[in-house]
């Protein structure tokens, strides 16, 4: 079980809004940035937010993250077909200096 | 072009070892720290180890400390992951990943992976 707590599926459907939750604790994401991955099954993960909000070049504003407290959202607005993937959160955590990530989400677009 | 590609992976026997490599185009390994990350067939992503820009902060996951050792040769812009006394459940795709500066898992490229089997 992840320390980091993800749903294991969303659904929704093209053109709705989705949100993802992770939630964590004082050590980990209250305390440190919170990352955001999205994974085609048999690709690499990619990164969709760093920093809680940040979006690396190319992703495009449909994607957005938030964090509050020991929680993180991950939105997804104006979804797509495409959009279907796992989607895992990841943070730092201090205690015992070592990355964890959530247990994933997979998200279907009906 | 930035790029990762790892090799090195393959079948090996419980109690056995294996070396990781990772070739890095297009950025310098002094410029960013580096992860390993794994995921096991079907299962989600896991964290494995963080070596920082000056190879001076290594980190490793409860599970792999004492039996993998990252390192990195920044002038051959070359990382590995050395494994040993593998168990079967060291089984799984092995990628490489680059770290956005001032993020810890802010990782914002990553390889294609190689596949390690621990099985007899």
């Known amino acids: 079980q992840s320390v980091l707590t993800q749903p294991p599926s969303v659904s929704a459907a093209p053109g709705q809004r989705v949100t993802i939750s992770c939630s964590g604790s004082?050590?980990?994401?209250?305390?440190?940035?919170v990352s955001w991955y999205q994974q085609v099954p048999g690709t690499p993960p990619k990164l969709l937010i760093y920093?809680?909000?940040e979006r690396p070049s190319g992703i495009p504003d449909r994607f957005s993250g938030s964090k509050s407290g020991t929680s993180a959202t991950l939105v997804i607005t104006g979804l797509q077909t495409g959009d279907g993937a796992d989607y895992y959160c990841?943070?730092?955590?201090?205690?015992?200096?070592?990355?964890?990530f959530g247990g994933g989400t997979t998200l279907t677009v009906l | 072009q930035v790029q990762l590609v790892e090799s090195g992976g393959g079948l090996v026997k419980p109690g056995g070892s294996l070396r990781l490599s990772c070739a890095a185009s297009?950025?310098?390994?002094?410029?960013?720290?580096m992860t390993w990350i794994r995921q096991a067939p079907g299962r989600g992503l896991e964290w494995v180890s963080y070596?920082?820009?000056?190879?001076?902060?290594?980190y490793y996951a409860d599970s792999v400390r004492g039996r993998f050792t990252i390192s990195k040769d920044n002038a051959k812009k070359f990382l590995f992951l050395q494994m040993s006394s593998l168990t079967r459940d060291d089984t799984a795709d092995y990628y490489c990943?680059?770290?956005?500066?001032?993020?810890?898992?802010?990782?914002?490229?990553w390889g294609q992976g190689t596949t390690v089997t621990v099985s007899s």
């Open positions: 990943v680059r770290g956005a500066p001032g993020t810890y898992t802010g990782m914002d490229v």
């Open positions: 070596i920082n820009e000056d190879a001076d902060s290594i």
């Open positions: 004082t050590s980990n994401i209250g305390n440190n940035y």
């Open positions: 920093a809680n909000d």
């Open positions: 990841a943070a730092w955590e201090s205690n015992h200096r070592v990355g964890l």
């Open positions: 297009g950025f310098s390994l002094s410029d960013h720290y």
